[in-house]
């Protein structure tokens, strides 16, 4: 019922920056958190920033500082501003939200496709 579309990723050099873009559509009543998380060969997906519909924000520490999540509310869409990228930072990058399709429904997580940010050395 809900579906996210994330663009931006590529390769970039190290220091380099990329800006991610999430977009939820479909049947969506409200959204509550927004986020992206990463999954990088042989380990487990981390959460990397979040931010509430209220713009309350996260982040891991091995972004703070470096990384900048934001939304906009009116077109249910979570940005992930990349900047100093490390080559540490290469994973898979995975929007996630979280979303009712009616009043009563209970929030239910969302997954985007993932989109691979590389960043060389």
């Known amino acids: 019922q809900v579906q996210l579309v994330e663009s931006g990723g590529g390769l970039v050099q190290a220091g380099g920056s990329l800006r991610l873009s999430c977009a939820a559509s479909?049947?969506?009543?409200?959204?509550?958190?927004m986020g992206w998380y990463r999954q990088a060969p042989g380990n487990q997906r981390e959460l990397v920033a979040v931010?509430?519909?209220?713009?309350?924000?996260n982040y891991a520490d091995s972004v703070k500082g470096r990384f900048t999540v934001s939304r906009d509310n009116a077109k249910n869409t979570v940005y992930l501003q990349m900047n100093s990228l490390k080559p540490e930072d290469t994973a898979v990058y995975y929007c996630?939200?979280?979303?009712?399709?009616?009043?009563?429904?209970?929030?239910?997580?969302?997954w985007g496709q993932g989109t691979q940010v590389t960043v060389s050395s």
């Open positions: 996630n939200a979280y979303a009712k399709v009616a009043r009563y429904d209970l929030l239910t997580s969302y």
């Open positions: 479909g049947s969506i009543f409200s959204i509550n958190t």
């Open positions: 931010i509430t519909s209220g713009g309350i924000t």
